[in-house]
Each structure stands twice: as structure tokens, then as C-alpha cells.
């Protein structure tokens, strides 16, 4: 079930407010973080975003007596994720109408990001994907390149010696250079490709943000960013499985689905590069030239 109840009902709203409205915020949302998400969706709105909201919970009469409850566009289905629903109402023909497209999760502060200037950053360094740093006392920080550099306007890639992945100059991909999946905006042209990276039936998303660099319209370590003057706080309250606050076993219950969709993703990737003879892998290209640019340099 989803409100408006149509895909063209949906079409309808969207290019009632395409004059004025030329960015969109999608977001999976339970009551419970209610609070949290009316701070999210008032920020957009004072941008002239379009909103689409992502029910996982069933609960939408809960939303309405927010002053813009009924400016937002309202999808329901019962533990659900953002993926998941992002695969099925957000088909790059349905959003067409705008410049970029922010898919973020609901426990997300915003007290230090504003959208224009966001905006303003991604389209003056040529971004087609991107993501807001996070403050260092975030809750959780799952990835070094995520973390906000206080004196940078924005970072492509991150520098790191320790640890498993190590970052030198002759790392441009994941880890090293990417965004991940908790915040992530796209170009029109980017989620157009990044759609059809979605699996429909792996509904948790692993694996995708690692492949993002391929929809990045050229170059990813060029294309790909991370914006630190416009940052956010990630405060790791967990939603999955739609109750807003999971107990200990639906939490590890998600985390094996998650971790075998991660395995199956990697294979079906595999699998098509293997079988699509003329396949080849552009960022090789990319690190050839980097390569040969830094001999030529010394």
C-alpha cells in the first residue's frame, strides 16, 4: 500500500510543484523517530524540495498534524527498507523531473547542513555523487572517508595507513574514494544508473555503495565527493525491521540477511562481468593514466 495510491497520482504531484521544486528528499521513516525526521523534512522544505516519505511502520495518520504532513507524498509498507523502497517508487522516469535526489536515512542531524549551500558546493566541483561529512561524534562512523575534515570545504578520497584497507595515492576506489549508503545524493544521470545497480529482492543494499563509482559519469575520483563545510550528525538509532527500537535478535537477525545479501550481490556482480564479453572496467583505465601521469611527473 503506498498514499497517494497511484503511480499517477504520484506523476500528478510531482509536476504540480516542478516549477519551484527541483530537488527531491526520500527517506524511510517510523513514528518514533518522528521528532527527528519533522527537523530533516522542515530544512528541505524551507529549499523547496519535494518530499517523499517512506513508511515502514504502517503508521501515516501520526504524520498529519504536522504543518506540512500533507505536503509530503506518503508510501506504506510494513518493515521495509529505504532500498527497497527506493527500487520501487523511485524509477528514474518518475523522478526525471529533478536535478538531485537525497536518499537519506531518518537518524540523521542537521543542525549544521543547509541544502543550498550543499547544492551550491556539489554543482560548483562537479559532483554527480556525494554525501554530507558526519561530525566525528557521531554515533557510529562505519567508514574514515566519511568523517568531516574541519578546514576543507570537501574531500574525494581519504589517506590512511592503518588498518586492513590501507589508503595510499594509488587508491581511488572504495573505501578509500566513495559514499556510503546511509546518505547519499544523486545527480539525475548518477540514479539513473545506481536504479539499476538495486537488486529487487535483496532489500538490505549491501554491496551497492561499494559499486556507486560506476554511476559517477566519468572519473569516480573526480566525480565522487565528500562535503565537509555542510555536515551532518549520525546519531545510530537503528529502524530496520519497522519498530523504530529492534531487540538484540531482530538486530543479529538483520545483520546475517544483510551479510548474505552482501555475498550474493558480489556474486551476481562477478557473474555479469564474467558473462558480458565486452565488458571493460573503466576506472582501469583510470588508474593506467594516474599511473603513467605520476611517472611522467618524477
Request: glycine share 8%; charged share 25%.
Amino acid at each position: 500500500m503506498f498514499v497517494p495510491r497511484t503511480i499517477d497520482c504520484i506523476m500528478g504531484n510531482l509536476k504540480t510543484s516542478v516549477t519551484m521544486n527541483k530537488n527531491l528528499l526520500a527517506m524511510p521513516v517510523g513514528i518514533k523517530q518522528k521528532d527527528n525526521v519533522d527537523d530533516v523534512v522542515q530544512k528541505f522544505l524551507a529549499a523547496n524540495f519535494s518530499i517523499i516519505l517512506f513508511h515502514y511502520d504502517g503508521n501515516v495518520d501520526g504524520w498529519w498534524d504536522l504543518g506540512w504532513g500533507e505536503k509530503a507524498i506518503h508510501m506504506v509498507a510494513h518493515n521495509q527498507t529505504k532500498w527497497w523502497f527506493a527500487k520501487r517508487f523511485l524509477h528514474p522516469d518518475i523522478v526525471s523531473i529533478y536535478d538531485y535526489i537525497f536518499l537519506w536515512d531518518e537518524d540523521l542531524g542537521v543542525e549544521h547542513f543547509d541544502p543550498i549551500r550543499y547544492l551550491d558546493i556539489v554543482r560548483s566541483e562537479g559532483l554527480e555523487i556525494s554525501q554530507p561529512a558526519l561530525d566525528p561524534n557521531s554515533t557510529e562512523i562505519h567508514h574514515r572517508i566519511t568523517i568531516r575534515a574541519r578546514k576543507k570545504r570537501f574531500h574525494r578520497r581519504v589517506y590512511d595507513l592503518r588498518g586492513k584497507t590501507k589508503c595510499s595515492n594509488s587508491s581511488e576506489g572504495p573505501p578509500c574514494g566513495f559514499v556510503e549508503g546511509m546518505a547519499p545524493v544523486f545527480s539525475r544521470s548518477a540514479w539513473y544508473c545506481a536504479w539499476h545497480l538495486i537488486q529487487n529482492d535483496l532489500v538490505h543494499g549491501w554491496g551497492v555503495d561499494m559499486k556507486l563509482g560506476y554511476c559517477a559519469q566519468g572519473d569516480r575520483s573526480k566525480k565522487v565527493g565528500v562535503v565537509d563545510s555542510e555536515y551532518i550528525v549520525h546519531k545510530g538509532i537503528q529502524s530496520l525491521g519497522g519498530s523504530g527500537h529492534p531487540t538484540m535478535r531482530t538486530t543479529v537477525k538483520i545483520r546475517r540477511q544483510s551479510t548474505w545479501e552482501l555475498k550474493v550481490f558480489k556474486e551476481r556482480w562477478n557473474q555479469a562481468v564474467e558473462e558480458d564479453k565486452n565488458w571493460v572496467d573503466p576506472f582501469l583505465k583510470y588508474q593506467r593514466r594516474s599511473r603513467l601521469q605520476k611517472r611522467q611527473d618524477n
